[in-house]
């Protein structure tokens, strides 16, 4: 059993920043990738940035330039620092975590609602 606790989100004005973190326990190892997913109402989940254990990273194009994924190997967390935020990047976002390859079972956090208004 991997468990995945998420924290940061809030209300904040277009323009501002938020950072979220999540903190991975139980049958974790810093080996897995890790990332983050958001979900809009009526919209699919999408991803937003990936980061695998040695510091390789991802983006969405709609997040890049803005949005800094990082982690922390032994303290097994991942955050996304969020910057210049959009009235569209409201969604509820999601820490995901997975093991490197093809297969495998992927596990999620509880979400954490991000909401970008004036």
């Known amino acids: 059993q991997v468990q995945l606790v998420e924290s940061g989100g809030g209300l904040v004005q277009p323009g501002g920043s938020l950072r979220l973190s999540c903190a991975a326990s139980g049958r974790f190892s810093s080996i897995y990738i890790m990332g983050w997913y958001r979900q809009a109402p009526g919209k699919q989940r999408e991803l937003v940035a990936i980061?695998?254990?040695?510091?390789?990273?991802n983006y969405a194009d709609s997040v890049k330039g803005r949005f800094t994924i990082s982690r922390d190997n032994a303290k097994n967390t991942v955050s996304l620092q969020m910057n210049s935020l959009k009235a569209e990047d409201t969604a509820v976002y999601y820490c995901n975590t997975k093991r490197p390859g093809v297969g495998g079972p992927d596990y999620w956090g509880q979400g954490t609602q991000v909401t970008v208004s004036s």
């Open positions: 980061i695998t254990s040695g510091g390789s990273t």
